[in-house]
Structure formats: structure tokens, C-alpha cells
């Protein structure tokens, strides 16, 4: 059951030097199109953070501790992961303790009424009609630790959609930990984790979006 | 289909195509052979674990060999899990395979993150082996691979390697040094190379019962390897096979009279699998009725080419403006069952066709 | 007159969260008690040197921190909640730069989207003067692999030189929607671009192939 708007964003915790991911770096290392670089839309590039889009498919923006790539083209998904496995093999020594695998998926629902049922399904306005006039859910957010394989958790959270009317939106949040931010001594792990994650992390997430959808 | 075989049945199971093919012997009294792996599409499982464990056979106990003809993912898909799951079995491959080049070029692939098609099946299969403390075999022209001396009751078995032949292993060095990485190149997946001259041909002895499996071994106009070098050999194993796993897809290249003349039976019991890569199938028809020409019982695990699956309409328009040419890839998948019992003489083969298997005489051409 | 520092640090936290708030009145005493972060800016900001602030407009410094309010945690993903659930991982508690930036609050900016049929992993397997022969492999493994001769006309100038045997590619067929909402039939081809062999990832590769050699009893 596919999302109506699908976006992917990875987040790596640790410490960097924001001036150097510029669209020329990436175009000079083949991470992306030379054109792609002519052509980006840079906000930014500062010792403390940078930030721009290339092409119509990739949003990066990096702090001194976070470096955050985001697309919301189903297509550049893999190319998403590629670019930021390609920056880590490039930098492997960066230290860098933490990932984020993160998925925000926005389905229409048929009518209102639908709408509603799946928002009664999570948080039932009973318990609430005796405290509220007209209760209604905003957001529910869960969270499952995971007990085997990297240390973390998954949290997911349902609200409605403002991208979409009416529909609900559902985030994803893949969270993995390698080493406390301090302690990260390079990042080639945290690599080996996201190649090894990114597509069941995906997966699993249209899973759980389909389980609360129907 | 979920009964295995008697003690004193000989079984031969060939499964395929998955990308490369999969063949099971019951060589009997539980003693079970593997060799190749592919993936049965429905269930995303190997076919000879999933087959094996439906007709409950203990794979840690009861395989005994596994021997992989093939070195490239696309033909040993999913032998990584047999090995590990078949614990007590002895792992075979092509002698020349694991020299300290050709494991490097397995880490190397293996460990890159963005990189995992084509080499990670043998990576999985060297950890499980390095986990497990089991010592590979190789196999090579006129080379033993296993033996049972009959003891209890149990007629005896000798598994030999009838190639790589020493120039072939030669050649197969020099083909694979192409493929090792190497500084400051781009990455890349790893196609399989061709021919095939790590190819290992199997011919088993149980009882009075021969089987020649060809793998993908195909003709040199060299005679220093190829089937001409096993016909012309000296130190082959004696004896005339009853079946003949055709090599090679049935291919034109892959045929040597001499092979029907002097190593098999009049009519044998002869089976393959088909191969699609874009525009070229195998067997073509021309193949399927040299096959004919040669045995009556000849059969193949699924129809060569099957007709593509439509996709959506505005998939197709694209998919149309884009190529030249586009063709389904993987014919159907299926399952052709041999068993013979080992005392009745003479040899009376039982067949039994599952899912898309059929003979050559029904096939529709 | 000059304000006193920590009355600057009020002001500026006044202001930056008027700039942040969905709607609030910051002369209004009662309103003030209202202000409710805007979903798109839900950072606070801790001034922890002294600031040269003249006013939010200009260019001027400070430093900050990501912190969270204690008991809130935020699974926002333009934050991504990856990091700012807990204190402890607080990174730049003791490591903030001299001279940081002013955040101003962006809107969300619509971005174009695509919605995929069907989307494919490809190999190249061989070369021709005007195509090549590639398996395609369905990603979402709802149809059987495929192989074709995708003509080389379809491929961008920059990816053309990445062509090569066993270079990898996307390829997807789907619907593009544009931020001003209109909508396209889209087919995207992109070759993979990952970085060349270095010598460190081939020796490690070699130093593994000689352990397990050695203990598959090899060498």
C-alpha cells in the first residue's frame, strides 16, 4: 500500500565541519552530478552550518553536531542512501555515534468518517468525552526499544496530514546507537549499520503504516 | 511430493531456474548431496532447504556434500543459508576458487557498504565454514570428492569431479584477476564471467546406478579442458551413466556426441533447466530437438521463455520509449523428481514433474 | 541606553519567540503566557555567551544550544528526535563554537515529490553502440526480473561515462507532483555514484581474506 507523499531523511549524530559539504565537494568526489552542483540551490555554507538543495531531490543541511539528508522523491530513495554512504566512505573518520533512519508517509483516507475511525482505532474519544466537549486526536506517538541486533528504538508517530485533507500522516523514527556522542571515534559502523538497515527500516515502516491505515 | 525416499531409493530432484538451478541426490540411507542453490520465487527460500525440510530430512545430520559449481551469486543464490543450516556437510568448490586473490575479492566486495550483488552468497559461505571450523574440498578433473564403502548394508558411493581440468583452473585465475578491484576504480557489481571455467562436473556411483551432471560446462575448441577432455581421459571413472543433468542449458555449446556415445546409456533419462538473458533463450528449439534426437526422456524444470508480464499502462509507455527490447528474465520455476530403486535391475527410473516441469515431448515450441 | 545582560538575554528570548510562535501578542502580558512554539520551530535556544545583538535583524551571534525541556520529547522529523530525547545527548554542551549563527524560523518549503509504479534495480550487462543490455530487478519483488536494451538516448549526459559492465542504476516509473501541486507522468533513470577502491579498503580486504585462510586451514 503505497503513501500518496513519501519522504525519506537520515540523520547522523556526531561531529563535523559544515563548510566543507558544499555541492561543489560532492561534485568533485562524483557523489552527485557536476551539473547538480552548478545548478544547487545553496541557503548557506558556514563554518557552523550549511545548508542547500540539489536538484529537486535532495535537501542537506549540516550542523557542527548533525548532519541531516532528506528527500521526498520516491525515486531518489536509494540514491539518498547512496549519497550518504558515499560522504561516510569519503569521510570515515569522522566521529559519529548516532543514526536516524526516518520515514514521513502521508495517506488519503476516503471521507471524514474513515478518518476519524482510524483515529478512534489509536486513542478512543470515549475516555475523553466525560473530561472534553469534543475531543479529538492531535497526535499519538509510540516507541518499541529494540533487543537485538544495534542498540536503539523505533518510534513512530500518527497524526493528521497537512499536506493531505483528509488524510493521516505517519513518521517513522529508526533510531541507532553505536557509541555515545562523546566516545564516536570515526564512523565506519554507523555505515555498515544504514547499508545494512535502510531497506528493512523502509520496509517495515510501509508495514506499520498499512497496519494502521486498514 | 512431501515423502522422502526409502532407504534403497536413488533420488535426483532438479530445481530451477532462480537464476541457476539446484540439484538434490539421495544416494540413499539418508546420505543427501546439494549442489548449486537458487531461490524459489514464491517463498524467497533455497529450494534444497525448503525442500529438504518439507520432507523432513535433518540437514545437519543427513547432507553430506555441498558442492558448488559456480562461484557468482546469480547461480548459488542462497547457499550461504544451505551451509550453515547443513552444518556436517562438507563444502566443495572449484580447485583454483579459494587462492587468497580470489578471497580478497570476495572481502572486498563483501564488506563495502552500497555493494552486495554477486559475491556475497560466497562471502556468507566462508563465514559460516570460518564459524563452523569446516575445511573446504576442491574439486578437480578426476578428483574423489566422497566415498561410502558400504558399511551396514549400504551399497557403496563415489562422487568424483570430472573438471576443472588444470588448463581450465588456469584460465579461470586469469579471468577472475580481471575482476579484482582495484585502486582508485569506480565500484561496481560483479557480472558473472563467461564461459564458466570453474565449472564442476559430477559423476556419482551408487550401487550399479551411474548419473553424469554436467553443470555448465560447455565445449573448447582446446582439448586441454572442456568435455572433450573428459571423454578423452584415461582416468575417468568406468561405467555408462542412466541420467545426464545436460549441461548448459541445453546450448548448442555445451554438446559433444561423444558425451551420449560413450558416457551414457542408449535413452537416457536426460534433464534441464532453462535460461533467458534478453533476447537469447535457452534451449532454443533447434537444442530441443537435438535432445530429442537423442533420448526419449528428456525434460526440463520450465517452458524456455515465457511470455513478459504487462505492467501498468503508463509503465509500459515509458518502458516502450525507453528500450529496444525488454523480455521477462526468469522462466516459471519447478521441480523434476527422479527415483530408481537401487536393488531392481534393470534400473527403472519413476518421474515425477511438479509445478512448471514438463518433458521435452509436451513442451510447446 | 544599555540594557543589563541578562535583561538583553530576556529581550532576545521575547523576541526570537515571537518570531517562533504561531500567534502571540508579545506586548500583551496575558498573551505572553500563550505563546505556543510553531511546529516548525521547536528548538529553544539557550544564550550561553555574551551577545552582540542589536536586534534579531542583523548579522549577529550567539551561542546556542539543542536543548529539549526536560520531560518533551520531540519525534518531529525535521528534528529527528534521533538525538534530542535526552540530555545526556546533548553534544555541544561544553564544544560550542565561538561565533554561532542566528536561527530564523523558515517555513516548511514544499518540495517536488514523486510517487512510484514501479522502480527497478538494474545491472549492466553488456554494451551496444546505441543501448545497453541491463537485468532489471523490481524492488518491491512484485513482478519476475526483466531483462532489456535501454537506449542510451534515455541516460543523462553525466551518468553516460558511468556506464560500464556491472554498473548499477534506479530506474523509476511513477507520478512527479510539483510544489505548486500539478502533476506529471516522470521516468527516472540515475546511475549509482559511489566512491572509487581506496588502498585502505582493499588492504583491510586482504588482511581478512589471509585470516580467513587461515582459518579455513587454507594457507
Sequence with gaps: MKADLSGINIVILGSFNPKIFQPAWFAANELIRKLEAEEADTEIIHNDISIFRIGNWLRLEVTRDRFHASTEQEAYFEVLVDFVLGTFSLLSHTPAGILGINTSMHYRIKNEKLWHKIGDKLAPKEPWKSLMRTPGLTRVEMQDIRIDGPKGYLRVRVEPSIRITPGIAINTNDHYEVDGPKNATGCSKLMEILNANWKSSIYNAGNIAKTIIT | ?365 | MQLAKSEQYDQYDQERLSIASDNSNINDPEEKEKIIPSLYMDRKWEVITNPDVTSYGQVSFQDCKFIVPQGEASVDNKINSTYIDDDKFNLLQKEIPESPVVWYPLKHQRTTMFTSFIKWRGVVLKIYKDCFLCRLVDQDGNSPDEEAEILLSEISDEDLQLIDIGAVFYWSIGYQTNPSGSRTRSSIIRFRRLPVWRSEELSEAQKKAEKTLIALGIA
Design chain 2, 1 to 365: 511430493m512431501l515423502t522422502p525416499p526409502l532407504n534403497e531409493e536413488v533420488e535426483i530432484s532438479i530445481f530451477g531456474p532462480g537464476y541457476g538451478e539446484c540439484i538434490l541426490i539421495h544416494i540413499g540411507f539418508n546420505d543427501w548431496i546439494i549442489i548449486d542453490s537458487c531461490i524459489n520465487p514464491s517463498s524467497k527460500e533455497p529450494c534444497a532447504v525448503e525442500y529438504l525440510s518439507n520432507i523432513g530430512v535433518p540437514l545437519d545430520t543427513d547432507v553430506k556434500l555441498i558442492i558448488a559449481t559456480h562461484w557468482h551469486d546469480d547461480h548459488i543464490r542462497g547457499i550461504g543459508k544451505i551451509v550453515s543450516t547443513c552444518s556436517n556437510a562438507t563444502f566443495v568448490c572449484s580447485d583454483g576458487l579459494l587462492t587468497k586473490e580470489f578471497v580478497t575479492f570476495i572481502k572486498a566486495y563483501g564488506a563495502r557498504p552500497g555493494l552486495t550483488e554477486g559475491v556475497n552468497e560466497f562471502d556468507i559461505v566462508l563465514k559460516s565454514l570460518e564459524t563452523s571450523h569446516r575445511t573446504p574440498k576442491y574439486a578437480s578433473a578426476e578428483k574423489a570428492l566422497w566415498k561410502r564403502n558400504g558399511p551396514n548394508g549400504k551399497p557403496p558411493c563415489c562422487i568424483t569431479a570430472l573438471s576443472p581440468a588444470d588448463f581450465a583452473i588456469h584460465l579461470s585465475k586469469i579471468q577472475l584477476k580481471e575482476l579484482f578491484p582495484q585502486e582508485n576504480t569506480t565500484k561496481r557489481d560483479v557480472v558473472a564471467p563467461q564461459p564458466n571455467n570453474v565449472a564442476v562436473v559430477i559423476w556419482i556411483e551408487v550401487g550399479d546406478i551411474y548419473l553424469l551432471l554436467g553443470s555448465d560446462l560447455e565445449n573448447s575448441p582446446d582439448k586441454r579442458h572442456g568435455w572433450a577432455a573428459i571423454v578423452d581421459s584415461n582416468l575417468r571413472p568406468e561405467g555408462i551413466a542412466s541420467v545426464f543433468k545436460i549441461p548448459h542449458h541445453g546450448s548448442k555449446n555445451a554438446d559433444l556426441p561423444e558425451v551420449w556415445e560413450k558416457m551414457l546409456i542408449k535413452n537416457p533419462l536426460a534433464v534441464m533447466t532453462p535460461f533467458s538473458k534478453g533476447n537469447v533463450s535457452l534451449p532454443t528449439l533447434e537444442d530441443i530437438n537435438r535432445i530429442k534426437s537423442q533420448t526419449s526422456e528428456g525434460y526440463i524444470t520450465a517452458p524456455p521463455r515465457v511470455k513478459r508480464v504487462k505492467k501498468p499502462k503508463i509503465v509500459e509507455q515509458f518502458v516502450k520509449g525507453a528500450t529496444k527490447s525488454i523480455y521477462q528474465a526468469n522462466s516459471f520455476f519447478g521441480h523434476a523428481r527422479f527415483r530408481a530403486d537401487l536393488k531392481s535391475l534393470p534400473i527403472d527410473w519413476k518421474t515425477e514433474l511438479f509445478q512448471s516441469a514438463t518433458s521435452l515431448n509436451s513442451l510447446k515450441v
